[in-house]
């Protein structure tokens, strides 16, 4: 789906900055949003992912700085002025009101009034869309949790709002639903092209459905990129380590190799990795590598760096098993080996040596937090 090409923004944070008290919740926030984008805020808890979506709904306003919508400032505007709808975490549904009277509501309150059949359409239309059409009539704890979810969804949208805030809406689910939701959250934004913005402190959840992902740190946006670029080329040490798993090493660089430099690593070995920015002979640098990027072997292979290191645990996920690994000189590894690959290591067990071999090419320098 197209998004965000130059002059499409629909919303905008302009050195947006947030204050309690002494508390500084978002500092100089800087972020274009595209038109029918996914963006997600991702963060631990206290980064500023929910203060900053909470100043695009208007439930806080900003100590500094601007916001836009659709090219409009609306700092001081309030929320129910905005062209935006919010799906809090628990819902807010109310519990004496039937599902369509509860999807209905925002359309009541409309001045002028919008006539009876014009609300009843629209309220039919809401509840097709999120596949609760014959749910009308039931009331609120006669639904499931992802019916209950999907009736928050219809209120949200049967208002056509320009941008639809999601506050972790998915946190009280069981993993499974959760996951069915998640197909269906995304399908429904593909469907309806309006700007969706999730915040979230699942990575899982902001990689499999963002366009792109702005990861929070410390009220600061630590980088903003698709799911694929903050997992392959994460911008620091915050963004490799917060953003799936990875194995952060240190070393020294030897010499410069076109996009790529050789670092000495403080076990004395010698790995070729990517470097995004121009490092010097002699810095001590931070790398990353994925544990999916490091491979196991009972002997070593010719040509690649040969790591021998200790068995510490398998832990045993599925489709992949979890090798946890200790070296004297590096620490704990780890590394994620597929089902397939683990039948070349027969006889393996906590306790043993094996061969971490790594390919050159692979691991990232990672820039400065």
Partial sequence: MAYATQGETIAEF???????????????LNLKIGKGEFLSFLGPSGCGKTTALRMLAG?????????????????????????VNMVFQHYAL?????????????????RPRLAKEDIAARVTRALDTVRLGDFGPRRIWEMSGGQQQRVALARA??????????DEPMAALDAKLRGEMQTELLSLQRKLGITFILVTHDQ???????????????????QIGTPRELYDRPANRYVADFVGRANILTGTVIRNIGEHALVRLASNHDVVVEAPHPVSPGAKVDLAIRPEALRLATAPQPGLPDIVAKLCRMTFLGEHVEYLLSHPALGQLQVMVPRQAERAL???????????????GNGLILGQD
């Fill in 59 to 83: 439930f806080e306003a900003p100590t500094e700085g601007r916001i836009l919508i659709d090219g409009q400032e609306v700092g001081a505007e309030p929320a129910y002025r905005r062209p």
């Fill in 157 to 166: 949208i049967v208002n056509e709002p320009k941008i639809l805030l999601l």
């Fill in 204 to 222: 899982q959840e902001a990689l499999s459905m963002s366009d792109r992902i702005c990861l929070m740190g410390k009220g600061r946006i630590a």
């Fill in 346 to 360: 027969p006889g393996v067990d906590t306790g043993h040596e094996v061969h971490i071999l790594w390919d050159q």
């Fill in 94 to 110: 109310f519990p004496h009101m039937t599902v369509a009277e509860n999807v209905g509501y925002g359309l009541r309150q409309r």
């Fill in 14 to 28: 302009v050195n947006t900055t947030k204050r309690f008290g002494r508390v500084l919740a978002a500092d100089r």
